[in-house]
């Protein structure tokens, strides 16, 4: 726990935006190293998991800030498209994190066909914001989970 923190100080720049990031990180592995406490094995592997998940992606992100920063002082178009990318990066984890999250929520209360419909759900959502942000790449993969959602339902 320790150890995770000072890497994240570390990873930080002077700036102030990345050590708002970090503080806000810290408080969230707080909250979760206390839900981990009351909670059973089970689900306690899964918050394990998450977590691990989450703070691969904040360190990611911390990476992608930092140079970002550093791009800044090259040319401007080099700025913009790391800033595309942090855009993408950040929309991906925010979507990673609510899938897992809800996979949780449905493996403690509902039964698998709600479980699914959920998921397709969550699977439109995503569809709706990779459209708005026109993501080709993106879109065909979504398309292609649809497919195997519809499939496994079928």
Known sequence: MRMTMTTMMTMTTTRRRTTTITMTMMMMMMTLMMMITTMTTITM????????LLLLMMTMLLLMMRWRLKSRTRTRATTTTTTTTTMMMMMMMMMMMMMMM???MMMMTMTMTMTMMMMMMMMMMMMMMMMMMMMMMMMMMMMMMMMMMMMMMI
Do not use: E
Request: overall charge neutral.
């Open 45 to 52: 592997l899964l918050v394990i998991v998450t977590i691990m």
């Open 102 to 104: 809800m996979m949780m």
